[in-house]
């Protein structure tokens, strides 16, 4: 169960107990996922990490148990590249419902080599998007089964100056890597948007939120090793950034909030209040190219196709 309504402002350092709630969040174990999970293990949720990594996983647990007193946090074998492997990770979950999921997870590749997975996707929009996709169809009944389950998709900044080639969802025409993953956050993003159209007019009770992190950079992010060193000498060399950009423990906190605020919405999109770059959480205007309706119905069906999955993504939308 998520948090009843806040009788005072949000604030980020302290955001209301969540004890007895459930959320798995995907990546969990680095970057902003990392510190998702260790900002809500501090509030009282059992956070599940989902990671195809179970070494790096368990340096992820140490850190939040060392951080965290009493933290409850697991570990879940997740591979989002790998579709035919998310129904089995899904039950492996052993629940009876699922507060809420922070679609995370995802590769950048800075190379220009471009690479595909087992199914023959490319690899940035095969886990960044279609992962999240099949996942979402799998965690459907757990969700629903949750008092008022929650959907958060972490989109990017850099989603802003993409638009989708529909004609080459996967880059096979025409790679480039930076653009390439611009499209494949931004595909994420109109799926959390239009996903929630569906959810309304399904009258389900699931939410489906989309948030940002801003400006994240490594160098101006607090140290938890082994999952993350930062010297004192980068983050000397990054202090002019940081009046414009910030690190990935504030760059968590859209996130955050988008998971426990009773006050947030479906279909929202929640960002850093200072350009959408960095500072404290806000609720953002949605950019109409990510709420372009002819273009996500066809995404979706374009995604439906690719995963074998049901349209109805298992919460029988009509």
């Known amino acids: 169960m998520l948090p009843a309504p806040q009788s005072r402002p949000w604030d980020v350092h302290r955001p209301p107990s969540a004890e007895g709630s459930t959320v798995l969040v995907t990546g969990g174990n680095a970057g902003i996922g990392y510190f998702v999970a260790e900002q809500l293990a501090a509030t009282g949720a059992v956070v599940v990490l989902g990671s195809r990594d179970a070494a790096k996983a368990d340096a992820a647990m140490a850190s939040i148990h060392a951080r965290v007193r009493g933290a409850r946090v697991r570990h879940l074998q997740l591979d989002l590249a790998d579709l035919s492997s998310l129904k089995t990770a899904v039950d492996a979950l052993d629940l009876d419902h699922l507060d809420a999921v922070v679609h995370n997870a995802g590769v950048a590749l800075d190379d220009p080599p471009r690479r595909e997975t087992g199914d023959g996707h490319e690899l940035m929009f095969a886990t960044n998007h279609l992962g999240h996709f099949a996942l979402t169809r799998w965690l459907a009944p757990l969700l629903?089964?949750?008092?008022?389950?929650?959907?958060?998709?972490?989109?990017?900044?850099?989603?802003?100056?993409?638009?989708?080639?529909?004609?080459?969802?996967?880059?096979?025409?025409?790679?480039?890597?930076?653009?390439?993953?611009?499209?494949?956050?931004?595909?994420?993003?109109?799926?959390?948007?239009?996903?929630?159209?569906?959810?309304?007019?399904?009258?389900?009770?699931?939410?489906?939120?989309?948030?940002?992190?801003?400006?994240?950079?490594?160098?101006?992010?607090?140290?938890?090793?082994?999952?993350?060193?930062?010297?004192?000498?980068?983050?000397?060399?990054?202090?002019?950034?940081?009046?414009?950009?910030?690190?990935?423990?504030?760059?968590?906190?859209?996130?955050?909030?988008?998971?426990?605020?009773?006050?947030?919405?479906?279909?929202?999109?929640?960002?850093?209040?200072?350009?959408?770059?960095?500072?404290?959480?806000?609720?953002?205007?949605?950019?109409?190219?990510?709420?372009?309706?002819t273009v996500a119905a066809r995404l979706w069906d374009a995604s439906c196709e690719l995963t074998d999955i049901d349209p109805h993504l298992g919460f029988r939308l009509r």
């Open 144 to 293: 629903s089964a949750a008092p008022e389950g929650r959907i958060v998709t972490v989109g990017s900044f850099a989603a802003r100056s993409e638009r989708l080639d529909l004609g080459d969802l996967q880059s096979r025409q025409d790679y480039r890597p930076k653009r390439t993953y611009g499209r494949s956050k931004l595909a994420q993003m109109s799926f959390g948007f239009e996903l929630d159209r569906r959810l309304r007019a399904a009258g389900s009770t699931v939410l489906s939120v989309v948030a940002h992190p801003g400006g994240a950079l490594d160098a101006l992010t607090p140290s938890r090793p082994p999952v993350h060193v930062t010297t004192s000498a980068k983050r000397l060399r990054a202090v002019p950034a940081g009046l414009v950009v910030q690190g990935k423990d504030a760059g968590a906190w859209p996130v955050v909030r988008a998971v426990l605020d009773s006050e947030v919405a479906g279909g929202q999109l929640w960002g850093p209040r200072v350009f959408g770059l960095r500072g404290s959480p806000r609720r953002e205007p949605v950019p109409s190219h990510m709420t372009d309706r």
